[in-house]
């Protein structure tokens, strides 16, 4: 039972990243919580679990996002070249930060960075003060910042690279895509550290790599991949305004549920 509920959260993680070059680790790290809650998994390790399996998983996603959106030439790869190269780098650095930081708090920490991403895309307008590129130096270090975010709370670094990307007069379908591309390099080495550094950890339970819990991620990748693509093929038919707006509400609503659960 508990595998096709893998599966459902899967197809819906895979859906918001094709659509709007996210990892989907907004919605996979508290649904994931929750169900190594009930399953009994120790609740000191269960937050590193949900981290290390939702990058786990932005791996097959944006991998299915990217290829669908390359396939629209939508991607800017003289940008994903230097910011994926620092983000690689911000996301190592991001992984050990993580695990020196009590699970309540990094709980609450994403909590609070949930609401402050769905409030920016509420109030942020496309466009406006829009600034220039840096040099590839500056890439590289926006790259450094946003993959040491992204991996200290196990999301696709997307939310924050599209709206940088956006603010710089970059068209929305080609900040999407962009973002997908630079994802790739979060997850990649964001999954091989959580796999390193929980390996051995007598509080992990069977059938796990390190921190990540391989049942969980073959369940959510049997969906996530199909649907990631599928919602690629969306974002490039469709205005993203609608979409974008409702996400911005469901991300508020799943940064207070994960602030709640901290304190109740």
């Known amino acids: 039972m508990i595998f096709f509920a893998y599966m459902a959260l899967g197809s819906i993680a895979g859906l918001l990243a094709g ?36 990058l786990a998983n932005i791996v097959f996603t944006s991998l299915s996002a990217m290829r669908a959106h ?26 050990n930060t993580a695990l020196t930081i009590p ?40 790259g450094v910042l946003i993959g040491w975010v992204s991996a200290l709370f196990g999301i696709g670094g997307g939310n924050l690279l599209v709206a940088w990307l956006s603010n710089r007069r970059l068209v929305m379908q080609k900040a999407v895509a962009t973002a997908s591309a630079c994802g790739f390099a979060i997850a990649i080495a964001g999954a091989l550290s959580n796999g390193v550094l929980g390996w051995g950890n007598p509080m992990l339970p069977p059938h ?16 996530s991949f199909i649907a990631a693509a ?23 609503l799943v940064g207070l549920r994960m602030l709640i659960s901290v304190w109740f």
């Open 19 to 54: 659509l709007f070059g996210i990892g989907g680790g907004v919605i996979v790290v508290p649904a994931l919580v929750l169900a190594f809650n009930l399953q009994g998994i120790n609740p000191e390790i269960v937050f590193y679990m949900a981290i290390a399996t939702s």
């Open 70 to 95: 390359h396939k629209k030439c939508a991607i800017e790869w003289h940008l994903v070249k230097p910011i994926a190269v620092g983000m690689f780098a911000g996301s190592i650095m991001g992984v």
């Open 103 to 142: 699970a309540s708090y990094l709980q609450a920490s994403f909590g609070a960075f949930a609401i402050f991403l769905s409030l920016r895309m509420m109030l942020w307008q496309s466009g406006k003060n829009a600034l220039e590129f840096p040099g590839t130096i500056g890439l590289g270090f926006i």
């Open 208 to 223: 796990s790599l390190g921190y990540i819990y391989l049942p969980a991620l073959l369940g959510i990748v049997s969906t």
């Open 230 to 252: 599928f919602g690629a093929k969306i974002a490039h038919r469709l205005s993203p305004g609608m979409l974008k707006r409702l996400f911005a509400w469901m991300l508020l």
